[in-house]
């Protein structure tokens, strides 16, 4: 399949990429009720891309069961109203299948979340994201990077073997390391999204990135689409007012190694009264006396 097939697949990741969060009810079950709500939310707040399975959405502590759930919900809620990007991973065999699931629900993409080993090789990465890619060869493909030390080259060796590969979900807090690992692989061969949302989407448009992820969009969608606005303008000065308005949320989720990254956006929809704000172990809720600077931020955004 040619590039030119992809052509949409290219458009939805230079956008707002949101990354939904997965409710859960009172028994620990997931509260589907709640989850079509934010997504109708994040639809009707002009959200046109949307991930299902991603970080913000707890993947690693749900089962195989619960990611297919929120893969159907998701796809039967947004209809043809959003593309959806859904998360894969974990052994080859479970990501292949995931993948496949996702085809024949009419999913567009897969976004690869990083192998998840104590011993990654550089070819080794390839051949995952290979297996993976190359199983679903009608989907767009974009591997999400967090390792530091993958050069471009492997991305620009990766995509020669599947031209499926369409974009990347860049999550290295390096933006002069980005800038280098895009060109070595290929400015314009691929959608570059700043995986990091919108605290470093300023730097990474700046070397070239045109997309980026948001967890913070489940709780303020204007926020999310004023950053782009402004940074698909050029208007830096505009993104950075974003920037600051964000600034102290972003500060929170990103403490003590992110370790409240879901937990946070989960309090901030629970003070809004849209969820609850339970997450799932080894996350945990936000302390009571932490709790009021969240919901004060949240409220602040509804104005």
Known sequence: MSSVAFE????ALADVVAIPVTPFAED???DRAAHRALLRRLLDGGITTLTPNGNTGEFYALTPE???LLTESTIEEA???STILVGVGHDVPTAVASARHARELGAQMVMVHQPVHPYVSQGGWVDYHRAIAAAVPE???VPYIRNAQLPGERLAELADACPNVVGVKYAVPDAARFAAFARDAGLERFVWVAGLAEPYAPSYF???ATGFTSGLVNVAPAVSLNMIEALRSGDYPAAMKVWEQIRRFEELRAANGSANNVTVVKEALASLGLCRREVRPPSRPLP???RSE????AAGWSI
């Not at 949409?8 to 458009?11: G, W």
């Not at 969240?294 to 931020?297: K, L, P, R, T």
Request: aromatic share 0%.
């Open 294 to 297: 969240v919901a004060a931020i």
């Open 28 to 30: 620990g079950t997931i």
């Open 79 to 81: 209809g043809d109203r």
């Open 8 to 11: 949409t697949q290219r458009a």
């Open 206 to 208: 700046s070397a070239g």
């Open 139 to 141: 989907l767009g493909v």
């Open 288 to 290: 009571e006396d932490e």
């Open 66 to 68: 619960e990611r297919r």
